[in-house]
């Protein structure tokens, strides 16, 4: 009954589990019935602290007709068997990107997912962002035009371990995919990709083959170029701008401030301290918001949660990203 | 016990009161046990969405035995009587300012809060918020140097009903109080006041003979200028700017913008949506911030919470404001 | 005949004489045809540079019938002698402010002043910046309204020698005076002066009785109020800012800077190198346009250039500053 | 002898030459001895302001045996055949970019350029300009460690009539190739050119298969990336701005602002004026500085002028970047 808290089972209390098990205390639409983590003492302190019945076995949370929703934070090892699990349980899924680091493997599922009929949701939370979204319905309302070139900075303050970087996917499907998504938010149809990546200071990336530096250009149908700057390091804290450029303007996006406080010096004038540090602070109203438009969506009400569809599409453009940087070529791509 | 959240008896329900209470429910070191409103019905819906038993009478609160500290949150008339009550039940207070409009008042108050031993504070909200709590710590660090020359900029959206203004005590003892607290969070020692005011657009200031443009001058016992300035409305939104200025450098505190986005067009560049609406978002970190301080100070622990004599300070200041201001000489004061 | 350049004899050739000469040599409307300083090599090393006849004494210049108006350049107190000099010998003057330190002596001028009909203007060179005439034209022509509060803050670099401060008249009639006159280009009718000066830090200000930092704050017949902020040094750079508030908004004008460069590192972002160092920077532009209008002035053509009136009301303002300061009461002026 | 003021033919007399003859009138090492176009009466009028002997044949200057130095400012498909000229006159030239179109004649003349011993020079007048020259000098120095990323944003006011896009190259060789230059100004080794175009506005330049909007990556030698992004047109007024990123921090220039002014309201906070409207403007400071530069070059004092293989470098990038855009493959290039 949908006036009710939704009640949600969280599978994976990692980082970012135990972000989205704060929202949904806080969120009075929602409840934490289910914590699962393989590693049970993680499910176990989050339960404490925000509820939930602990397990360390997802099929539990399917089968306790307890759940209206589940949230999968877990792995992305697992992301496709949890999905295909909640839809054959007819629970709608709220999945952390990316679906897979195989496009096989999604693609695989998709004919289940678009006739299932149950909600699943990508986890894009910076949709969800203030700041990004207002600039997109600005856009959207003419403020500037028609969009002519996107152009989104996009750094994480430090190289994760060289140990995260071999099975994270590379740089475009680990980390670009977010502003890919990004891009799509502005421009769903995209239909080229290229891309230029560089190793100049992660020895964790030189191991492995990845890149630490990524440049990535996107076309549009209507001609709009898109440019993606990515780095894996950043000395001034996470570098997450975004500048929509059109025949009557330009709308941007600043690095998000800790501080009204600047300082004038004889050397400085106007200094400010530095930028919000990683994601959990940068985009916390995002992922508070993220939820309750999931909770939308499971309701059946108007929702513009990130679909199944989105997250495929952002690994088909990670993946010509990858080809692209690797061959030295540009790539079309179809993402109808 | 200290390690027991504190129980709090809230008096007074109105826009100020309903920050305390949600303060209080968010803070796991508080709970809010008692609610009282001779409005009964106010009570009610704070509790009803907080906790806390309902009264109209004060007194019941004083007397519950639930209370281990107080918030006073009623019309200015009636806080030197409860303050005086909760002396008398040996219950901390924590009041908003100012104590009372009328110095005689507060002064006959003075030896029973210093002889009684019992924590009561006052509500000068603004010495919590990062910003400027940022600046005064940066400014006794000596990062600028001795301060010389400390500028406060201080505007509410928009004038209040004349009514209000009629028993306000005037634009210094009710608005300014503020800024002459923020002149002595960093000059304790203020000497020297000179006050100019004007009535430029407000008709209820006109009507009751109060000024709605007021410029404070402060002079410190280091030989330190203190400018205040205030307008009863502010087309910007609420207004709040600091800059203490020393030989090193100047620190500023700018005011709280409400987006990162910024727009450029071909007649504007660099335009950003305009600031925070009022106090209640502008300090809402400061308020909680107070809270904490608080319990701090009843817990024995040490505590920065604004004094009774602070707030008495502010009032000699006020008054000798619209002294000034009045009569149109400088005033000296001693706070000591 | 106004179509051929404008003859100037300049009289002085300190700093300020040879920013003037060097504004008459660059603008094809003026020719440097006299130049005269008692002591003679620094009129010759102007003389070598932009042309014109050299000479160490005034009344020379006045005779030579070579001259279609003369740039008085001089030490203050020969201001008032050589004004007089040039109304007898019919020559149009434009006069560095102040006219004198002494407002019985421009007292004492003013009927001949008046009567003359001969132009003489004063170097009230802040009118003619580009961003205060700007805010001051946006101001007339209603774009926030009524002004209700007009901030200036005007900090010189670094003090001045001991031996200047003795001969100056004071920080009101020798810094405070251009911020006065600043006063009256938005708020020409002033009606009460307020002013409160502290020694703080500059020996020389202490051994001469005069102050090193000062408030004043000014009414006028609207009702509209002033704030000026002074210090005879600034870390900074040159601190000159203005702010003008109305019911529908703010215009403020910035520091200058010096670069378009800004660095953001782990410590500080967005910091910019300091700003412009003092007045000859700062206000290049403001001095060559208040040249081209005194041009104007000579040609009876529709001109701005401030007059003796104009110089008066500011060093009668500067010494009801200086008395308010003094004797710590408000000052009803006249300026009428 | 090189302490007489160097004497210049110029060849051209268009707007970008107008500018030059100014900068020659104004400093006080160069005079202008020669102005030739074959439209004689553009010559005339360059001549009747600055000085000079008027011709509409570019051999007579060549033969005048009275120029030090030649300035080449004409139409791109006449200057191999003026710096062929001047070096066969034995007299310096600094020829405006491109060098021409086509790479074929430019590599034709390189061997006569080096083996001549004549100081030729190109105009890219942006590595004179204070801001980029000061982030360039900064990256040097180490202040954000080993450049990682630069990303050059140039976008010009509005697009140029369609005749002039059918004959200028295309984007990249007309528009690009001076922020080709610029990259080349912070890495000079530049080792791949991925491109991507797009007309999305322009009638002018999709009658003539141009792009007007172009996204240009380069990697250096060093794994370093470069982005640019251009467009024909630009509401907010001529937008250049870059962007240097590194391990320790970020150094930007911004924009250029035409005014000291901001305005808040309630719809919009700071807003300032448009930015400078185009290159003349933007640039004024680095046309001077270029000439400068070009005569410590000519005088065999140490001297920074961009070679003729630097414009050819550019013309070389700028044909990569077309193929690249044309091709959709990414072109590795060889400069050395």
Redesign the interface.
């Known amino acids: 009954m949908t006036t009710q808290p939704l009640r949600f089972g969280l599978i994976g209390t990692g980082r970012i589990g135990q972000v989205h098990a704060a929202s949904m205390a806080a969120d009075p639409d929602t409840t934490l019935a289910w914590v699962c983590d393989p590693f049970v003492e993680g499910a176990r302190a989050v339960a404490d602290r925000f509820g939930g019945t602990v397990t360390d076995d997802a099929s539990a949370v399917f089968a306790s007709g307890e759940v209206d929703a589940v949230l999968i934070a877990s792995p992305t090892a697992t992301h496709v068997d949890l999905i295909a699990a909640a839809i054959e349980a007819g629970i709608p899924a709220l999945c952390e990107k990316p679906i897979d680091l195989d496009i096989a493997r999604v693609d695989a599922l998709l004919p289940t997912v678009r006739s299932s009929g149950v909600p699943i949701a990508l986890g894009f939370n910076r949709r969800f962002d ?2 990004f979204a ?2 997109r319905a ?1 856009v959207a309302a003419g ?2 035009g ?1 969009l ?2 996107l ?1 989104i ?1 996009s ?1 994480d303050p430090a190289a994760p371990p060289a140990a995260y970087i071999a099975v994270s996917g590379g740089i475009f499907r680990d980390m670009t995919i977010h502003d890919l998504d990004m891009a799509r938010f502005f421009l769903p149809d995209i239909v ?1 990709v ?1 891309a ?1 990546g ?4 992660d020895p964790g990336a030189r191991q492995h083959g990845d890149f630490d ?3 990535t ?1 996107l ?1 549009a149908s ?4 898109v ?1 993606i ?1 990515n ?1 894996r ?1 950043s ?3 996470y ?1 997450q701008r975004l500048e929509a ?13 800790t ?17 919000q540090d990683f994601f959990l602070e940068r985009y916390a109203e995002a992922y508070a918001a993220e939820l309750r438009e999931f909770v939308r969506l499971v309701r059946g009400e108007p929702s513009t949660s990130p679909t199944f569809e989105d997250g495929r599409a952002a690994l088909l453009l990670a993946d010509a990203a990858q080809r ?1 940087a690797t061959e ?3 790539v ?1 791509v179809e993402l109808g």
Request: glycine share 6%.
């Open positions: 203030p700041a207002s600039v600005r403020e500037i028609d002519e070139h152009s900075v750094r080229e290229s230029m560089s190793t100049v200071f530096t990524a440049v250009t076309r209507s001609g709009a170029i440019s700057s780095s390091h000395a001034i804290g570098d450029f059109g025949p009557r303007g330009i709308l941007q996006v600043a690095n998000a401030p501080s009204l406080v600047s300082l004038s010096t004889a050397t400085v004038v106007e200094g400010r301290p530095p930028y692209s030295h070529v540009a079309a």
